[in-house]
């Protein structure tokens, strides 16, 4: 992930415009999970047409290690 938008370590803060040219997110993997789920009902008027359905996306856990400054 090479999209930082700001970093700070406490002492010192870059703010990027748009983004911190140089720094780098690294990041570990956990593994496929499924997300929140999502309940879809349609419904037409007068004619009794009901369907419920369901759906929950699958999602990438990601553990941040560190943030690589830019001249690290």
């Known amino acids: 992930m090479d999209r930082v938008l700001f ?12 983004t ?8 570990t993997s956990n593994g496929p999970v499924k ?13 009794r047409q009901r369907r419920k359905t369901g759906f929950r996306a699958k999602q990438t856990r990601l553990t941040i290690d560190r943030v690589v400054m830019p001249g690290e």
């Open 7 to 18: 970093i700070s370590d406490g002492e010192s803060s870059k703010v990027g415009s748009p």
């Open 20 to 27: 911190v040219d140089g720094a780098k997110v690294l990041a």
């Open 35 to 47: 997300g929140k789920k999502i309940v879809v009902f349609r419904y037409k008027n007068k004619t």
